[in-house]
């Protein structure tokens, strides 16, 4: 028996003050994995998340999460999903646990189940020692992680999660990112919507480039590098003048040290022949490095291309 994708779009479109932010956006995330939704502020990465998680009606397009469509079994899908945004929803003047069982007890929970199941995601998101203390007093990372504790309460089976880890720190995004890795382990399918690129890499299995309202890149991160470039070919230039003349050829800028980051197989033919094509008296090319593609390669090619809507 096939099952059904956990989340499936298929041309969705929306526009605000005549300003496209979505045209025709196609998505499919399989049961069971982490998709992140990569690109930059106003690409429509949260209109996109509102719309599968039934909080905005797209003009046109249709969408179905965990089998149900978000219009016509709306009540359906809001009881699948759970939906963490970008700032913690929590009662600041409630502990840790209290705000554990009170979201228990609207799912439906009783007192007693609702008591051992705030126990458990307690003790699972690292919060047992502080389940006594007022919210208001966690520290960033540990009211994000209340957070999306109070997300599972009810089991969800799609998690969306958009931009979780927005204002933390790198020590508290971290820790957040094990959290979600061990969500992702028991079985719930996550949507991810971030514009950090290590955090895309480092958690999901599929990864979505938004810009400008249209999916122009999908698919593994290590498939992404090798569609923009296997390898990038860092040329640091002699003089400003140089640098400014070969700019328009690379993916990658660091004015500072005068460097130009160019995509490449990485093959010595096709190194040779770039260094010729690009610095043919050979005297703009001080020096050079062949190093593998990152997702900023990607990213910065990718939505270079034309302005994010905003």
Known sequence: MTRHPAIEATGLR?????????????????????????????????????????LTRADAGTARVAGYDVITERARVRRALSLTGQFAAVDAMQTGEENLRMM???????????????????????????RGRLAGTYSGGMRRR??????????PEVVFLDEPTTGLDPRSRRELWQVVAEV?????????????????????????????????????????KTRVAGHRL???????????????????????TLTLGIPTDGTAAHVRALLDELDPARTDIARFTLHSATLDDVFLALTAKEPAHA
């Open 234 to 256: 860092d040329l640091v230039l002699a003089d400003r003048a140089a640098y400014r003349r070969l700019a328009p050829h690379a993916v990658h800028e660091a004015p500072e």
């Open 104 to 130: 228990a007890r609207l799912t439906g929970l009783s007192r007693s189940a609702a008591a051992r199941r705030a126990d458990e995601l307690l003790e699972r998101f690292g919060l047992g020692d502080a």
């Open 14 to 54: 929306k526009t605000y003050d005549d300003v496209p932010v979505l045209d025709g956006i196609d998505l499919r995330v399989e049961p069971g994995t982490v998709h992140a939704l990569l690109g930059p502020n106003g690409a429509g990465k949260t209109t996109t998340v509102r719309i599968l998680a039934t």
């Open 146 to 155: 209340l957070d999306l504790a109070a997300g599972l309460v009810g089991d």
């Open 184 to 224: 992702a382990a028991r079985g719930a399918t996550i949507l991810l919507t971030t514009q950090y690129l290590e955090e895309a890499d480092r958690l999901a299995d599929r990864i979505g480039v938004l810009n400008a309202g249209r999916l122009v890149a999908e698919g593994t991160a290590d498939e992404l």
